[in-house]
């Protein structure tokens, strides 16, 4: 019998790879990139083929069983613990409530709109509701365990944000408290109120830099490679490792067969498309799943260095080049020189090998479509983000394209709540876009508060005959018949 509860007794050996010149170094230290050559590492298991000794039957009937644990540690993520970061004991594991978000089917308006059969799931509803909780929580418990292990009583811990990587990072760094302090560096300008109250709500020091979050990574890499700060972008493998937890819950969701699914992902940073797929793969190489899923990042016009990358059919002619983002409603999503792009590289040719040409694609869509992604979802009983709305925006644009056949599921990467985006609705319903987005809106979709009843009536009449002038007013805009 499989005792769910309990806490693995299995432990590996990691090590950091380089993806740039193939160095290693070990784990006892924080790194981000190579010290010889700069490039980007993995966080990579020396033990990972003993998994192997266990079936993939196994692994499912234990996956499955830790689905309903009470033990706090094995609740949310790190129910996956040996295939994420199989290193760290059960005391430094730092859990929230993150993981086990839902996969809601669209509602049979939204599918009939689309035109293609698609399924949000609502990373949103983790803890500081967005997917960024999901790294966090694999970054933090490591940071917590070398805390443990170093005895240091002081750790600053930084990041640069469009604001779901700041209200993540404060909100863990908040928890753990004690040595550690939280610095996030935002945009000036282009973070949205609700984002920004987040890291101050959770006491992080918040430092503004004008310009994009490009400029903000800058200065952030500039510290991290010059003192002893904890940082916490895409660039710190932990939080990569974290993430991977999204590709198996969504393998779980579906009883372990992928057949037929389609994964859309907006690429930003290219943190999580890279952490999707690396999971993917590890669920198929220990026979867990069968076949793998394809795979579909989508990035928007005013932001597309990888899509231009893939755009090129010939891999020997392909050739990065960072780009000059313009505004866009994705915030996220607006990166012109994603710090993981070297992974995705990676990881895409390792997923086509494996699953074959097409199952790793990226699409491009612009900020009109992404912004009526995000009305049509939620006037359709979902709660999209702009992201979710770029999500949707890719899968109607494949479907277009003939990529997604009829009988393929596209399963729709909400990463953050649609509230934390409520003032690019409010600028849509009232036809406030700045010119820079091209964002016009479509009326039959936009929504505004109406005024019933002149505001005067309700101190010049009397209460009762007040509420039957309003009422009749309702019945007037209602067209409402007597019973």
């Not at 590996?12 to 006892?28: H, Q, T, W």
């Not at 409603?329 to 086509?352: C, K, L, T, W, Y």
């Not at 003939?402 to 409520?422: C, M, R, W, Y």
């Not at 091209?438 to 010049?460: C, F, R, T």
């Amino acid at each position: 019998m499989i005792d769910a509860n309990a806490f693995p007794t299995y432990r590996g050996r990691m090590e950091y790879s380089c993806l740039g010149c193939g160095r290693r170094f070990p784990i006892d230290e924080l790194l981000y990139t190579c010290p010889d050559c700069g490039g980007v590492f993995l966080l990579e298991n020396l033990d990972f083929d003993k998994l192997k000794e266990t079936s993939g039957a196994e692994w499912r009937a234990l996956f499955d069983a830790r689905a309903a644990s009470k033990n706090t540690a094995l609740r949310g993520i790190f129910r996956f613990y040996e295939l994420m970061a199989p290193v760290l004991e059960e005391e430094d594991i730092l859990y929230l409530g993150e993981g086990n978000t839902p996969i809601v089917a669209s509602s049979p308006a939204l599918r009939e709109h689309a035109g293609v059969n698609t399924a949000f799931k609502n990373d949103g509803q983790n803890p500081s509701a967005s997917f960024k909780d999901r790294g966090m929580a694999c970054a933090f418990s490591y940071l917590k365990a070398l805390i443990r292990k170093h005895g240091w009583d002081q750790v600053l811990t930084v990041c640069a944000s469009t604001g779901d990587t700041s209200a993540a990072a404060a909100l863990y760094a908040s928890y753990l408290a004690g040595p550690v302090k939280s610095v996030v560096i935002l945009p000036h300008g282009k973070v949205t109120p609700q984002q920004l109250a987040q890291p101050l709500g959770s006491g992080a020091i918040v430092l503004e830099v004008p310009g994009v979050f490009d400029d903000c990574m800058k200065v952030v890499e500039h510290l991290a490679d010059n003192y002893r700060v904890a940082l916490l972008n895409s660039k710190n493998a932990w939080r990569i490792l974290g993430q991977e937890s999204y590709a198996f819950e969504i393998a779980q969701w579906y009883d372990w067969d992928l057949s037929g699914k389609c994964i859309f992902v907006p690429i930003g940073n290219a943190g999580n498309v890279t952490a999707i797929m690396a999971g993917f793969l590890k669920l198929l190489d220990l026979g867990i799943i069968d076949s793998l899923p394809r795979i579909f990042g989508v990035q928007s016009h005013h932001a597309d260095p990888v899509y231009r990358y893939y755009a090129v059919d010939d891999p020997a002619l392909r050739e990065f080049h960072p780009v000059s983002v313009e505004p866009s409603v994705a915030q996220a999503a607006m990166i012109g020189n994603p710090v993981s792009f070297p992974r995705v590289r990676h990881f895409a040719d390792r997923f086509e090998q494996a699953g074959g040409a097409g199952s790793f694609q990226v699409i491009q869509v612009t900020e009109q479509q992404i912004m009526d992604g995000m009305i049509l979802a939620n006037r359709n009983g979902h709660i999209a983000c702009t992201q979710g709305g770029e999500c949707l925006a890719g899968a109607v644009r494949a479907g277009q394209l003939g990529l997604v056949g009829p009988n393929e599921l596209a399963v729709l990467d909400s990463t953050a709540h649609q509230l934390k985006f409520i003032d690019f609705q409010n600028m849509y319903f009232q036809n406030a876009f700045p010119a820079a987005f091209g964002v016009q809106p479509d009326a039959a979709m936009a929504n505004k508060p109406e005024l019933i009843i002149d505001p005067e009536k309700h101190d010049s009449l009397p209460p009762q005959e007040y509420a039957v002038a309003a009422a009749e007013n309702v019945v007037r805009r209602l067209g409402l018949e007597k019973k």
